[in-house]
C-alpha cells in the first residue's frame, strides 16, 4: 500500500444516508482531484454482486445468521482481494459504502452471533485491513426505516433489496446500539456523525471532518 492512501467506510443502520453521503463526499474529492474511487458492500465485485442478491433479497427468510455471516465475508474476501487492495496499492483512495463494522452490528449484534465472533470472521476474510476513517451516521432507527422503506418502494427495490428493512424496530435498535459501541471502543477510527438534519447538513459535517485527512495525504 502506498503511504498516505486512505481506506475510509460510511456505516450506520437503513437508511441513515450512507450511499447518498458516500456519492458526495467522493464527488467531492474528485472535485478536488483526489483520486478516490466508491465501492460498497455486499458486493463490489462480479461474485459479491451475485451474493448481494442472495443476503438482500427479502423472500429469503430462511437464512441461518450464521449462514449469512459467512455469505456476507465471502463477499468481503472477494473484495478486499479484487478491489480495495489493488487501488489502495495504486495509490487510489478507496471510500467503501460498509465493510467489517456492519457485520459485527448486525450478525454480531443484531443476530447474536456475538460481536468477538464476527470480528474474528472478519480479520480472515480482510486479512485484518481496517479502515484508516469510519463514518458512522447515527440516526434513530424509526426515521431511518422510514427513509429506507420510502425509497424502496419509489425505486422499486422492496423485495430485491429489502429483506433487513423487513426486520421490526427491536433488531434495529440493537444494531445501533452495536455501531455505537464498536465507535466508542475505537474512537481513533470512528467519527459519529447526527444523520438526522438535511442532506446539506450532515455533508458539511462530513467533509469538515473527512477532508483534513484526504488534504493532507495530497500534500495540500
Ligand atoms: N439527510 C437526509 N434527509 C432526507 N432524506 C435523506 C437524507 N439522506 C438520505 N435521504 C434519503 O433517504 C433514503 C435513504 O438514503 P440512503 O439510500 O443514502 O441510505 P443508506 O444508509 O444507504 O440505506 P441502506 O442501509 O438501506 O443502504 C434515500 O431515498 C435518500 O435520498
Ligand atoms: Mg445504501
Redesign the pocket.
Known amino acids: 500500500m502506498k503511504p498516505n492512501t486512505l481506506f475510509m467506510t460510511f456505516e ?10 458516500a456519492r458526495i463526499f467522493v464527488e467531492t474529492l474528485h472535485q478536488r482531484d483526489i483520486p478516490a474511487i466508491l465501492t460498497r458492500e455486499p458486493g463490489g465485485t462480479r461474485i459479491g454482486d451475485q451474493i448481494r442478491k442472495i443476503v438482500l433479497h427479502a423472500e429469503n427468510t430462511d437464512m441461518t445468521p450464521m449462514a449469512e455471516l459467512l455469505l456476507y465475508e465471502a463477499s468481503r474476501a472477494q473484495h478486499v482481494q479484487q478491489v480495495i487492495l489493488p487501488n489502495l496499492r495504486n495509490g487510489i483512495h478507496v471510500i467503501c ?1 460498509r465493510y467489517g463494522d456492519a457485520s459485527v452490528a448486525y450478525q454480531g449484534v443484531g443476530r447474536h452471533l456475538t460481536p468477538q465472533l464476527v470480528k474474528e470472521a472478519n480479520r480472515l476474510a480482510t486479512g485484518g485491513l481496517q479502515p484508516h476513517l469510519t463514518i458512522l ?1 447515527d440516526i434513530d432507527p424509526q426515521q ?1 426505516l422510514s ?2 422503506r ?2 424502496n418502494l ?1 425505486f422499486d427495490f422492496a423485495i430485491k433489496e429489502g429483506r ?2 423487513e426486520e421490526d424496530i427491536i433488531f434495529h435498535r440493537k444494531v445501533r446500539e452495536g455501531y455505537l459501541t464498536l465507535a466508542h471502543e475505537q474512537p481513533e477510527r470512528f467519527r459519529i456523525i447526527d ?1 438526522s ?3 446539506e ?2 455533508s458539511r459535517q462530513i467533509q469538515d471532518i473527512a477532508l483534513p485527512f484526504f488534504e493532507q495525504s495530497q500534500g495540500k
Not at 12 to 21: D, R, V
Open positions: 450506520g443502520i437503513e437508511g441513515c444516508g450512507k450511499t447518498t453521503q459504502d451516521i431511518g427513509r429506507a420510502a425509497r419509489a433487513f428493512e444523520g438534519g438535511s442532506l447538513e450532515v
